[in-house]
C-alpha cells in the first residue's frame, strides 16, 4: 500500500500564492508519474499537473504560466506551487502517483480563493 498526505492548502485572496506538497510513503519501489488533480463543485476532476519520473512536465492549459510542479525522488514528495491564483481555481486538490501497474490518490486539500 501506499499512503500520499497533502498539506499547503487554505484560504488566499485572489492575485495570492499557495504551495501544495504531497508526501508519499509506504510500499515504494518505484514512483514513475507524479501529480495533481482537482475537482471543483459540480464539476469533474481535472488534471492539473504532472511529472515523470525523467522531469517531464505537463500542464492543464489554464494553470500554465501560473503552476509549477517539481518533485524531490529523495523524499519521494511533489509540490505545486501556485501563484496568480484566481477564483475559478478554487477546488480540492488530490495528489496522484503511480507506483508499478498502480495509481494512488490522498484525500485532497481544499483550495479556496476569494475574489
Known amino acids: 500500500q501506499v499512503q500520499l498526505v497533502e498539506s499547503g492548502g487554505g484560504l488566499v485572496q485572489a492575485g495570492g500564492s499557495l504551495r501544495l506538497s504531497c508526501a508519499a510513503s509506504?510500499?515504494?519501489?518505484?514512483?514513475?508519474?507524479m501529480g495533481w488533480y482537482r475537482q471543483a463543485p459540480g464539476k469533474q476532476r481535472e488534471k492539473v499537473a504532472t511529472i515523470g519520473s525523467s522531469g517531464n512536465i505537463n500542464y492543464v492549459d489554464s494553470a500554465k504560466g501560473r503552476f509549477t510542479i517539481s518533485r524531490d525522488n529523495a523524499k519521494n514528495t511533489v509540490y505545486l506551487q501556485m501563484n496568480s491564483l484566481k477564483p475559478e481555481d478554487t477546488a480540492v486538490y488530490y495528489c496522484?502517483?503511480?507506483?508499478?501497474?498502480?495509481?494512488?490518490w490522498g484525500r485532497g486539500t481544499q483550495v479556496t480563493v476569494s475574489s
Open positions: 509506504g510500499s515504494i519501489f518505484s514512483i514513475s508519474v
Open positions: 496522484y502517483t503511480v507506483v508499478g501497474a498502480y495509481a494512488y
